[in-house]
């Protein structure tokens, strides 16, 4: 790191060498000094030279050695301001990075030498696992990376939100998962009730098998509609997902509600074994149906949280990095807490490479389901949905890897006599801060959508007070993948109330 500062500054000051001799130049009039020093402005500097000379205008002669000498110091120390202000520029960009620099390889530091100030703050704002996988590149490779992002300023708040839901709406959203739980369970219950029931009954009382039978598929339309309940709960509060995608969810799920509904209501119109078995095979339909979008639905759901916990773990490696720094200048060692917050960014990274190939499958997803559907279509869409799901899940695991890795770095950082992290969130909507943010995906970003959750924020700041660390959302995370797992057992449901309807028709 040693040899990186000193090169750097090397470098600079052979630059900086360049103009202040062409100033130097005694043989040169004023007008020629002039025209010099416009080398040297540049947009990182308040310093402006006038290189526009009026002919109409007499020019003055300058007779006196005296006069020419106070003509040069002047042009000179507005070189030396406008490099000072340079290198200060840059000072200030490495300072608040520089922590994150020491464990580059000597060829990454050299690397980064090449970069001029802007796409030296690009680096310095990157988390350590890309900021060490760019600067591994060559010149052109690497300059290249660092034009595909740009430097925006946002909110806090706005880093994890595609929208802002109020405390109210999530208390709502809650009650009515809470709610669906229940029901969900009892309906489980009472489909096993019933199920029985009919075995007792089946071969020797026609009627009551009959009556059963139609009780125990009623019971298993409830349970399908009550998981689909349950995972619009999960989408109403879920503020990784935008309004349009939200409202998309929300929509299918209640087609799929009333579908479910209008076979239930065939169940109990029927009066015959045969009507039985037509009716219960419509439950079984409209399940297969939707088993491959709740599978969608519920990656959907996990990969938004995963986003916004990426968010808030950069943020997070920001804070380590101050708190190191600290430390640092405070003459206590953090060698080894430096490599414990390098694993910490790598296990982030890992996260968000699933992240993004999962958003993509969810896209293609998306993109075939507009199209006719065919059995090959559908099957291609269900791998896709299953394939994005487990990345998802994935980028969960890795995440819950980087917050065990956080949990020890905290508790080291306090042990050598280090401040103690608040996890928590410190943004107010007044706070901003400069995030490095991708081109393409920049382009891409619903622009109405972003004003909306602007003007959402506004009026809802006194409402939000919600805490907002890794865990939590990690805790969250794990809710919706319970979600999931009430998927496979709904799953049993259906093939009992396959069997238990074939078994109706020779009943």
Do not use: C
């Amino acid at each position: 790191m040693k040899k990186f500062s000193a090169l750097f500054i090397v470098a600079l000051f052979l630059i900086s060498m360049v103009p202040m001799i062409a100033a130097e130049d005694t043989t040169a009039d004023t007008q020629t000094v002039s025209v010099d020093t416009s080398v040297v402005t540049s947009e990182d500097s308040d310093v402006v030279v006038d290189n526009e000379v009026d002919s109409s205008e007499p020019q003055p002669t300058l007779i006196s050695a005296n006069s020419k000498a106070i003509n040069k110091d002047e042009v000179r120390q507005k070189i030396l301001d406008t490099r000072a202000d340079f290198r200060a520029k840059i000072a200030d960009i490495r300072e608040g990075a520089a922590i994150k620099f020491e464990n580059l390889r000597e060829e990454q530091a050299k690397n980064m030498e090449k970069l001029d100030d802007l796409e030296m703050k690009k680096m310095a704002l990157l988390d350590r696992a890309r900021m060490k996988k760019i600067s591994a590149l060559d010149e052109a490779q690497m300059k290249l990376e660092l034009a595909k992002l740009r430097i925006v300023e946002v909110k806090k708040d706005l880093l994890f939100k595609k929208r802002v839901i109020s405390e109210a709406m999530k208390n709502k959203a809650k009650e009515s998962y809470d709610k669906a739980e229940k029901q969900y369970n009892e309906s489980k219950d009472e489909f096993e009730k019933e199920k029985a029931k009919f075995e007792e009954f089946k071969g020797k009382d026609e009627a009551k098998a009959l009556e059963h039978a139609k009780k125990f598929l009623n019971h298993a339309g409830d349970v399908v509609i009550h998981l689909l309940e349950k995972v619009k709960s999960k989408v109403q509060e879920n503020d990784g997902l935008t309004d349009n995608e939200s409202s998309t969810i929300i929509a299918d799920i209640d087609a799929r509600i009333v579908a479910v509904k209008a076979a239930q209501d065939k169940v109990n119109a029927s009066t015959t074994k045969d009507e039985v078995k037509e009716a219960g095979k419509a439950i079984i339909d409209e399940w297969g149906k939707i088993k491959s979008d709740v599978k969608e639905y519920v990656g959907r759901l996990v990969n938004a949280q995963v986003g916004e916990i990426i968010q808030r773990s950069e943020q997070l490696e920001k804070k380590l990095n101050d708190v190191l720094t600290e430390m640092k200048n405070n003459s206590i060692n953090v060698d080894s807490l430096n490599t414990k917050v390098d694993l910490f960014s790598m296990r982030v990274e890992e996260a968000r490479n699933k992240f993004k190939t999962a958003q993509s499958l969810f896209e293609q997803v998306k993109t075939m389901k507009g199209e006719s559907m065919t059995a090959d279509r559908l099957n291609t869409i269900r791998t896709l949905s299953e394939q994005a799901k487990n990345l998802a899940k994935e980028a969960h695991s890795a995440l819950q890897e980087a917050h065990s890795i956080l949990m020890t770095i905290v508790r080291d950082v306090k042990q050598a006599g280090g401040e103690d992290i608040n996890l928590e969130s410190e943004a107010s909507n007044a706070t901003t801060v400069e995030v490095v943010q991708d081109v393409t995906a920049a382009e891409t970003e619903d622009v109405e959508t972003t004003e909306a959750v602007e003007e959402s924020q506004e009026s809802t700041t006194e409402d939000s007070t919600e805490t907002d660390t890794t865990e939590q959302e990690t805790d969250e995370t794990q809710d919706t993948v319970e979600v999931e797992d009430q998927e496979e057992e709904t799953q049993a449901t259906e093939t009992n109330s396959t069997e238990v309807i074939n078994e109706t028709a020779t009943a």
